[in-house]
């Protein structure tokens, strides 16, 4: 393809707010247009003021102009009222389009998000998904209910408005619009004085969010060492360089701003019109009644030039949203499986066959990866911070899925086995615990939402967390993040809950106690102990001293298997974990979140 032709068709595929847009653009360019000629009809009673002084003021009222004059009031009353339901109309058919328009949003983000990689959601940040799903939509709720309407309404009220002023006189009329090219001029030069210093502007918010959130996230350290100064001294110079450009940027827009908006002010166009109208009276090119209609309708296209001018500005916004948007919706999703597809494994051999996985472009994380787990026996794996670790266990859980390779679960590809399947076979107690703002109940039965009370609370007792849900407010009933504050060890404990309802014959634990003071890691570490009894474990732990009874152990090193053994074979062979066990049994990974 030609670089004229790859042009042509960039030029060719519609923007992301028509795109956007495109299940219900057609509602509101009728919305628009319902608008824009309800704007036109309630100008007429403007037209029917005029006409009226024109027939008061020209000759002594008849009966025959009293009659006129009625039939003009009549004329213009209804035309305002048909204009107000027009405009209704074309409201109501906005927010209809933008109701169905939101809901589709809203749904298609959750189903899309339900079938992305697991994996996705830790390199996400969860400010930027809800930023997607709830402020950007909020955005473009505001563009599709009212920026259409909006448009129509001051395109109307500027098209009607002018083409009545030169049917009145087109001498007058060209003089009444002579302040608005100022306008754009002023404006024109406005932006181009602000794009100037755009640049500096941004750089210098940039670093004042920057400062923001060191100086509030390093509080309890500044608090505790003593560097108030220092600390306070960093935000303070951010926020002065943030103020300087901000006046750099804001001083030269805002002065030609004024000029601009000076320009058309009602009074400044009123007055050119009472000016030019009282010379082309003294040229007796107009009779004097002649210059009512302009000092009535030309003042009033001020205010629909500026909200279009408004309108317009934001739209840099909504097409910012509406980006953000698409690239939520267009999120990669693990392939989904037809019914011929799905595959049930036979048995609950785990195999790591020749896995590799790369995060992004140039971070190997894993290479060349093979191992067995087999049923019911206990794998560790240790290594030091960035080794691979985690990213085993998240490949197994199918967080997502190798770049080379593949990982069998009884003989089936983990791609051909279909979710719910597979998190019924393999349960996992990570670092990082989620839980949903719901009741605790529904946070334990979070995988098995048809289980009994019985059922939960024998879960909850296996965990060692059924004593402390029942000192709760509500027991059971009790809504994380409401009247159930859970330390770490406990929201740990209640995950251990849910891992144990599912009652899953392969469980995956990945520093399983990291987040838990003393006392909380010995109630996990006991009803872990009693929930892994005869299930096949994947154990990912820092303490060597947890997994030194382990059946196989295996020592990662760079993204690839250095050692492997049990403890007694690998303290033989004087290697790493060797060295590991002699300097304290820590490998150092306590913070390997990542990978």
């Known amino acids: 393809m030609t670089t004229r032709e790859t042009a042509t068709d960039a030029r060719k595929e519609p923007g992301p707010i028509s795109q956007i847009l495109s299940s219900i653009r057609s509602r509101l360019i009728v919305a628009a247009v319902l608008a824009a000629l309800g704007s036109m009809l309630t100008l007429v009673p403007l037209a029917g003021i005029a006409h009226i002084a024109k027939l008061a003021l020209g000759d002594t009222l008849s009966s025959e102009l009293q009659g006129d004059i009625g039939w003009t009031v009549l004329f213009s009353v209804i035309s305002m009222f048909a204009g107000l339901a027009l405009i209704s109309a074309g409201e109501l058919l906005a927010h209809l389009a933008d109701n169905q328009l939101t809901r589709s949003l809203r749904l298609n983000a959750a189903q899309r998000l339900a079938k992305v990689p697991l994996g996705w959601f830790t390199g996400q940040a969860s400010g930027e998904v809800k930023q997607a799903m709830q402020d950007d939509i909020a955005t473009l ?76 996230s390093g509080i309890p350290v500044v608090k505790a060492f003593g560097s108030n100064g220092q600390a306070h001294g960093g935000y303070s110079k951010a926020v002065d360089g943030f103020a300087d450009a901000f006046l750099n940027f804001a001083r030269p827009l805002v002065a030609r701003m004024a000029h601009a908006h000076a320009m058309i ?121 960035g080794s691979g670790k985690s990213t085993i266990a998240r490949l197994l859980l199918r967080f997502f899925d190798p770049s080379a390779g593949r990982i069998t679960l009884g003989g089936v590809d983990l791609r051909q086995i279909e979710s719910t399947e597979l998190y019924r076979r393999i349960g996992f107690v990570l670092q990082e615990v989620r839980l949903i703002h719901a009741s605790v109940r529904e946070n334990i039965a979070l995988g098995r939402p048809s289980a009994s009370q019985q059922e939960i609370e024998d879960a909850a007792r296996a965990a060692n967390i059924h004593d402390r849900i029942l000192s709760l407010p509500r027991g059971y009933d009790s809504v994380v993040g409401e009247d159930a504050q859970l330390s770490g060890g406990d929201r740990q404990r209640v995950s251990i809950a849910r891992a144990v309802l599912l009652d899953p014959p392969i469980l995956v634990l990945d520093e399983a106690t990291a987040a838990a003071d003393a006392s909380n890691e010995v109630a996990i570490q006991d009803a872990l102990s009693r929930f892994a009894q005869d299930r096949t474990l994947l154990v990912i732990a820092h303490r060597l001293d947890t997994i030194m009874h382990a059946d196989r152990i295996l020592v990662l090193e760079d993204g690839a298997i250095a050692e492997q053994g049990n403890h007694a074979s690998l303290l033989s062979t004087q290697g790493r974990y060797a060295r590991l066990w002699t300097l304290g049994g820590y490998d150092n990974s306590s913070k390997d979140t990542s990978c």
């Open 141 to 216: 709720h505001s563009l599709t209910a009212h920026f259409y309407t909006s448009i129509g309404r001051a395109v109307g009220a500027i098209a009607i408005s002018v083409l009545y002023l030169f049917v009145m006189d087109w001498r007058m009329a060209i003089v009444a619009l002579l302040p608005f090219p100022g306008f754009f001029l002023f404006l024109r030069n406005a932006m181009k004085a602000s794009s100037a210093n755009m640049q500096g502007f941004v750089e210098k918010l940039g670093r004042l969010n920057s400062a923001t959130v060191e100086f509030v």
């Open 265 to 385: 002010a009602p009074v400044t166009v009123l007055g050119v019109v009472l000016i030019f109208g009282a010379l082309f009276s003294y040229l007796d090119w107009i009779a004097p009644v002649d210059i009512l209609p302009f000092a009535l309708v030309a003042p009033g296209i001020c205010a629909p030039l500026l909200l279009l001018h408004t309108l317009l500005h934001d739209l840099g916004g909504a097409t910012g949203a509406a980006q953000r948007v698409q690239a939520l919706l267009k999120t990669p999703v693990l392939e989904s499986l037809t019914p011929d597809q799905q595959q049930t494994p036979t048995n609950q051999e785990v195999r790591v066959e020749n896995v590799s996985y790369a995060y992004g472009e140039g971070h190997q994380a894993l290479n060349n990866i093979s191992f067995t787990l087999e049923p019911g026996t206990v794998t560790a794996i240790v290594g030091s911070s």
